[in-house]
């Protein structure tokens, strides 16, 4: 949601974002300078803390595992006692840390580990550095992994006991893993029905060899089956769906890992704020285990509400959002929400008009209103059903001429109808969420101002000039496959994505295409307490138009005409564009990709016919295109509690060609941001810069004007390429 986005003008902006980021500097300094910390009276303070004979993972955990640790700097550079408060030296707490080092290290295999030597060096009078310097010794390695108790077993549960066991011979000997298999081995064991199942490992390390010789005794008990499953804690929810979602039946084979999944199916309804799912294994002779479910039902009905604002390039808006959802709707766990987001725009106003600030000369009115009906258990037990209808009414906003008068320019608009039917369902242990829906979308143009005749200077007031109604039919396949740790602040993991749609006329639209968007997102912590963490996305669209897109074929003779018009119309619905705060935040929205006349949105006062090198630079308008890239790095600190910056780099283009990246015009934008983790998500302010020379960087086939070709985009002056963004929410 965005609440700023837009490019920062000269010469007054540049005051303006001084201002800003003078305001910002205060707004963070003053509480941390309040914050400073003092050494105590009588006490030392830690300078320093160094760890020579052992490096990477192995001192991390070290470091991480003794409480004589290096005092925290902000970013790595601030003084400490400035934020965080000082490390305090004591002697007791050493002498126990030593012996800790030498624990850790035995851990990892490291039999013989002492430490050599520990130094404290007096610096100044309240302050030392302490030293600690290692002899790890020869690291035992595992000779022979036995697993008895397997043989009377079917073969594939035998099999899988093997294949999960993560020891193997020639290993370094790591107690983590040790214990990691005798765990790993009665889990999979227990999901081939074996409930009682017990994995039992002894270990004989011989010093004098350093080898290891490890044994895991497995007893897996008799097999079983589920018995009795009983819920408990319904009050007002009916039973028979949360069954369906439950997918347990009595005399199933016992599997461990179908109970987690029947905890975690039932917990994603969203009307339990607890779920519990417990086996009854008192017993080891009964092989008809009872399973208990417990769960506390959530409030089933909820209503939110909110403002907020948007100032943009494009806009000066506020905006209201009401929201209300019962899931529990006519019983059946049916969930019912209606949302709606009333707002006004005061046209012309946007930040474009600093160095001339114009009051508004129009309001106009807005709002996007959805009501979705979820039915779970539909069809089976974990797959939910949907039906999303949306209207939507808003005005189609560009930057205006110079020359132009806010009073004569032509406002386009729409009525928009949305129409959503489908199913969706998470697969591989929630890992990889899918959805595939049938949708109809409805575009209905008007003007909030002038008229669409004006288009093309018709005498007759009913006359579009090709600005026809566009509705586009297709089924949709969206698949996620989600490995992060966090979906919402993400420190590790990758996530993958795909949308599929094809727009059939023959379901009831006027368009025929195909369009295709997969995206990756990679996450990988720099540091071992994860508070440095390298994130990366990139992304590629396609779309093969049958029935539209000529007007992409080469520069137009009239872009006024009725079949220009009409084609460029259908172009704005289904064509890639880049650019903004959730793609490249060097540039606004949606403002990358070839530039030229858009018939109906031609400039007051201005001739945008001819060649396209020889027109107003406010005749040239994002065309939109068939085929898209972008890529972007960000480089993430947590600074203190819920603060953070990043550092980014983002790159994009958009072409005309079917199935054709252009890596020429990379559109290269870097920036700082800031990130304030609040209740409703990641407040992030990122200011982006587009850096000269690194727009083009040569020729392209291209018959039409990139937009760095453009002004201002041309600028070589590094302040005319700033764009401000304020969201709530991750770039990605």
Known sequence: MPLVAGKIPSPKARTAVRAFLFVAELTLLLPLSLACHQIPEGRTA????????TSGREE?????????????????????????????????????????????LRRRGYYEAKVRAARVIVEGEDRVKVEIEVDKGPLVLVRKVETNGLSGLPFDAASRALEVNPLRAGDPFDEDVYEEAESDVSNALADYGYAYVRTQGTAKVDLAEHAAIVTLTVSPGPRAVYGDIKIEGLEELPEGPIRRTLGLRPGAR????????????LFDLGVFSKVEVIPDLKDPSVTEIPISVRVTEAPQRSVTAGVGATLDVLRLGVNGRLGW????????????????????????????????????????????????????????????????????????????????????????????????????????????????????????????????????????????????????????????????????????????????????????GQLEDIRIRPEARFFVPLDYGRRLILAS????????????????QGAVADPTSVDVVRDQHRLLFRAFYSGGPQSNRGYPYQRIGPQGPIGFLLPENQRCTGALDAQPTECLRPLGGFS????????????????????????????????????????????????????????????????????????????????????????????DGLVLHVLIGEAY
């Not at 209740?679 to 004007?705: C, E, N």
């Open 46 to 53: 830690i300078e320093s803390v160094t760890i020579s004979g």
């Open 60 to 104: 991390k955990e070290i470091r991480d595992g003794i409480a004589t640790r290096e005092p925290a700097r902000l970013l790595g550079v601030l003084p400490t006692g400035f934020v965080y408060d000082y490390e305090l030296f004591d002697e007791a707490t050493l002498e126990r840390d030593l012996a800790r080092v030498e624990r850790q």
């Open 254 to 265: 016992y599997s461990r890992k179908d109970l987690e999944q029947a905890r975690a199916a």
């Open 325 to 508: 959802t019962h899931r529990n709707f006519l019983g059946g766990l049916r969930e019912l929400s209606v949302s709606t987001r009333p707002g006004l725009t005061f046209f012309p106003t946007r930040i474009t008009n600093w160095e001339d600030w114009n009051a508004p000369t129009a309001i106009f009115a807005e709002n996007a209103l959805l009501i979705s009906l979820e039915q779970p258990s539909f069809l089976e037990g974990r797959t939910r059903g949907f039906v999303d209808v949306g209207y939507n009414v808003y005005p189609l906003l560009y930057p205006l001429a110079d020359s132009s008068s806010p009073e004569s320019e032509r406002v386009i608009g729409y009525n928009e109808l949305t129409f959503s039917l489908g199913v969706r369902r998470t697969f591989f242990s929630r890992l990889m969420p899918t959805s595939l829906s049938m949708n109809w979308r409805s575009n209905f143009p008007f003007t909030y101002q002038g008229y669409l005749s004006d288009i093309c200077d018709s005498d007759d007031p009913g006359d579009h000039c090709g600005l026809d109604d566009v509705l586009v039919a297709y089924p949709e396949l969206l698949t996620d496959f989600d490995l992060r740790d966090d979906p919402i602040s993400p420190t590790k993991g990758l996530f993958l994505s795909n949308s599929l749609q094809v727009a059939i006329p023959a379901l009831g």
């Open 537 to 552: 996305r990139a992304t590629v669209g396609f779309v093969f138009p049958q029935n539209y897109g000529t007007a992409l």
């Open 628 to 719: 898209l890239w972008e890529a972007s790095v960000e480089l993430r600190y947590r600074i203190a509690g819920p603060w953070g910056a990043v550092l980014f780099v983002d790159a994009s283009n958009v072409t005309e060609e079917l199935f054709t990246f252009d890596f020429m015009a990379p559109h290269i934008s870097v920036g700082p941001g800031l990130r304030y983790q609040s209740p409703v998500g990641p407040i992030r302010v990122d200011l982006g810069m587009r850096v000269p020379g690194l727009q083009r960087l040569g020729d392209t086939d291209s018959d039409f004007p990139d937009i760095s070709e453009i002004a201002p985009y041309n600028s070589q002056n590094w302040y």
